[in-house]
């Protein structure tokens, strides 16, 4: 009797429990500026530094979005964002965003930044030329 009393009192404790409805996805977030170097060597290796705004308090750094397409590279910012919480919208809160960058090929490297979508729908983007000397 005790144990069916204790099961009972337990299934009914779980039961009250409420659960925060929260999910949770990744958003890819707009480059605001570079820093980047002007020429590359072969065989280097090289920072580069992306600063973009983070929206909310909800949004957290997840690591760099990184496509390769022989020598043209498009980078953008990833972000986990937390939905359903209570969050602080920050306004003009820039943060860095490095990733480090090896030269493996000769001929001139071009990176992409993505900085957002124009009126139209269209991608938009920094863009460097980096020679390899």
């Keep these: 009797m005790k144990k069916l009393i204790l099961i009972l009192s337990l299934l009914f404790v779980l039961s009250s429990c409420e659960v925060d409805q929260e999910s949770i996805s990744i958003v890819t977030l707009p480059v605001e500026s570079v820093v980047i170097p ?12 992306m600063r973009y705004y983070r929206p909310s308090s909800c949004h957290a750094p997840y690591g760099i979005y990184y496509e390769k397409d022989l020598n043209i590279r498009t980078c953008a910012v990833n972000n986990i964002l937390r939905e359903g919480g209570s969050c602080n919208q920050l306004n003009e809160y820039l943060v860095e965003e490095t990733f480090n960058f090896t030269v493996t090929n000769t001929g001139n490297y071009v990176f992409k930044f993505w900085t957002g979508v124009d009126s139209e729908g269209n991608n938009t983007f920094l863009e460097y030329d980096i020679p390899v000397n």
């Design 38 to 49: 002007t020429e590359f060597e072969l065989g280097g290796t090289y920072p580069i530094i």
